[in-house]
C-alpha cells in the first residue's frame, strides 16, 4: 500500500474522528441549562465567525506579544490544516504543496514554542487560562514537528521510530 494512500485515509479517519467528538460534546451541552425557544438556529450558528474572528482577537491583540504568537500559531494551522485537506484530501500530492505544508509548519512551530515560553515565564499573567491548557504549547508543537518532519523526510523513511517520538512528545504535554 503507497504510504502517501495511507495518509489520506487518516485524513479522512480523523475527519470521522472529530464528527464523532462534535457530536459527544453536542450531547454534553443539551445537558446543560434551558435556553428560550429558538435559541438554536442558523442566525446564532453565523454568529460563530464573527465571535471567533472579531472578538476573541479584540480580546488578544490587548497584548502584543500573544498577538503575534496567535498570528503565527494559529495562522500556521489553519494554513497547514487548509493545505493538507488540499494535498491530501484531494489526492493530489503535489511536492510544491508539500513545501507550501512545511513551511507553515515551521511557522506554527515557532508560535507553539512562543506560546510554551509564555506559560513557563516567571511571570505568567493572572488572567492566563491554567491547567488542562498548559498541555497546549506541547500539543501543538507536537502537531507541528510531526507534520515538519513528514514534509521533510521522504515517505518511505518514515517509520515507527518517529511515531513513537510523536507519541512521547504528546504524552509528556498531557499534564492532567
Same mark, same amino acid.
Given at each position: 500500500?503507497?504510504?502517501?494512500?495511507?495518509?489520506?485515509?487518516?485524513? &479522512?479517519?480523523?475527519?470521522?474522528?472529530? +464528527?464523532?467528538?462534535?457530536?459527544?460534546?453536542?450531547?454534553?451541552? #443539551?445537558?446543560? #441549562?434551558?435556553?428560550?425557544?429558538? +435559541?438554536?438556529? &442558523?442566525?446564532?450558528?453565523? /454568529?460563530?465567525?464573527?465571535?471567533?474572528?472579531?472578538?476573541?482577537?479584540?480580546?488578544? +491583540?490587548?497584548?502584543?506579544?500573544?498577538?503575534?504568537?496567535? =498570528? +503565527? /500559531?494559529?495562522?500556521? @494551522?489553519?494554513?497547514?490544516?487548509?493545505?493538507?485537506?488540499?494535498?491530501?484530501?484531494?489526492?493530489?500530492?503535489?511536492?510544491?504543496?508539500?513545501?507550501?505544508?512545511?513551511? @507553515?509548519?515551521?511557522?506554527?512551530? =515557532?508560535?507553539?514554542?512562543?506560546?510554551?515560553?509564555?506559560?513557563?515565564?516567571?511571570?505568567?499573567?493572572?488572567?492566563?487560562? #491554567?491547567?488542562?491548557?498548559?498541555?497546549?504549547? &506541547?500539543?501543538?508543537?507536537?502537531?507541528?514537528?510531526?507534520?515538519?518532519?513528514?514534509?521533510?523526510?521522504?515517505?518511505?523513511?518514515?517509520?515507527?521510530?518517529?511515531?513513537?517520538?510523536?507519541?512521547?512528545?504528546?504524552?509528556?504535554?498531557?499534564?492532567?
Amino acid at each position: 500500500m503507497n504510504p502517501v494512500f495511507v495518509i489520506t485515509v487518516l485524513l &479522512w479517519l480523523s475527519v470521522a474522528g472529530l +464528527a464523532f467528538a462534535v457530536m459527544k460534546r453536542a450531547a454534553f451541552w #443539551r445537558e446543560g #441549562r434551558a435556553t428560550t425557544a429558538g +435559541a438554536y438556529g &442558523w442566525a446564532n450558528l453565523l /454568529t460563530i465567525p464573527k465571535r471567533y474572528f472579531v472578538d476573541l482577537h479584540h480580546v488578544v +491583540a490587548r497584548d502584543p506579544y500573544i498577538a503575534k504568537t496567535h =498570528v +503565527a /500559531t494559529a495562522g500556521g @494551522a489553519i494554513l497547514a490544516m487548509a493545505l493538507v485537506f488540499l494535498n491530501y484530501g484531494l489526492a493530489i500530492y503535489s511536492p510544491w504543496l508539500d513545501k507550501l505544508i512545511f513551511v @507553515a509548519a515551521i511557522i506554527m512551530l =515557532v508560535g507553539a514554542v512562543f506560546v510554551w515560553k509564555r506559560r513557563n515565564a516567571k511571570d505568567v499573567p493572572a488572567r492566563l487560562s #491554567r491547567g488542562p491548557w498548559d498541555s497546549l504549547p &506541547w500539543l501543538l508543537g507536537s502537531f507541528a514537528l510531526g507534520l515538519a518532519l513528514f514534509m521533510l523526510l521522504p515517505a518511505s523513511w518514515m517509520s515507527g521510530a518517529l511515531a513513537i517520538i510523536i507519541a512521547l512528545l504528546i504524552a509528556a504535554g498531557d499534564t492532567r
